[in-house]
């Protein structure tokens, strides 16, 4: 399929599921802007190496997306945005009663008012080009939850429910908007906590995927970024233009435990 002459806003691109669902979305023919709350010239190096890589547009605008005038100012700079996908998030592990309460307010922000925010300034602007694609990458914590992860799974549940609400606010129109809803992905980020895991459990690196971070995923095996771009990309078909307002796990099996 070819997505030649879009543009696609990716918010938290410059690694991991971002990045890999930039990259799918430039193979497709999209043009790419990359974000994230950084302005090195590594960022800015990524989106030229995709420009390069892939034959279309790319670029690098740096905005927080903890701040909702620079979310809504990320669309605006963007130029154009046919495809938006709200992928910026973060993490933090801890029991609700010593949960600190600037995570939680960081993690709110990040994870669920920076889609709103987009998705505010993005529809507009879609309804002008009179298409638009919305997905939002969610989680299998956006459907399930786990101890410790109280401001992570009220985000992701809240995703979804905006999720939805997009959907319908956008039903008879040719706008979708859906919710990627990945299980665990072998991004840079949960790479980095094997070795630290493996001490902490004495265990070896296939124990600890496979037991302890792959418990609750059946399949035993990492969804990977590809698969996440892959997602999008079919999304954004128009064999995937009724589908609308849902959830797609892409989890090897976690939810339907
Ligand atoms: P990652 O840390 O590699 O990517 C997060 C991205 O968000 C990075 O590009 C980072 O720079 C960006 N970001 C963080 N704070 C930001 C801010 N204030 N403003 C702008 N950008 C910001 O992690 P990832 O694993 O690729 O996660 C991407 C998304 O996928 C997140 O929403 C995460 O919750 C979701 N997810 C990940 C997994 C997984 O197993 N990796 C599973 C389910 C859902």
Redesign the pocket.
Known sequence: MTLSGKTAVI??????????IAIELAKAGADVVL????DRPEDHAIADGIAQDHGVKARYIQ?????GD?CRALIEQAGACDILV??????HVCPIDSFPVDKWD?II???LS?AFHTTAAALPVMRKAGWGRVVN?????GLTASPYKSA?IAA?HGVVGLTKTTALETAEEPITANAI??????????EAQIPDTMKEYDMSREDVIKNVMLKRQPSKE??T?EQ?GGTTVFLCSDAAAQITGTTISV?GGWTAL
Request: net charge neutral.
């Open positions: 918010t938290g691109s410059n690694s991991g599921i971002g990045l890999g974000n994230s709350f950084t905005a927080d997306m903890s701040k620079q709200n992928n910026a998030g973060i993490q960081a922000a990040i994870n920076s990458i969610a989680s299998a914590h992570y992701k809803c990945p299980g665990y992905v072998l991004t840079p980020l949960v990492f969804a970024v996440m989890d």
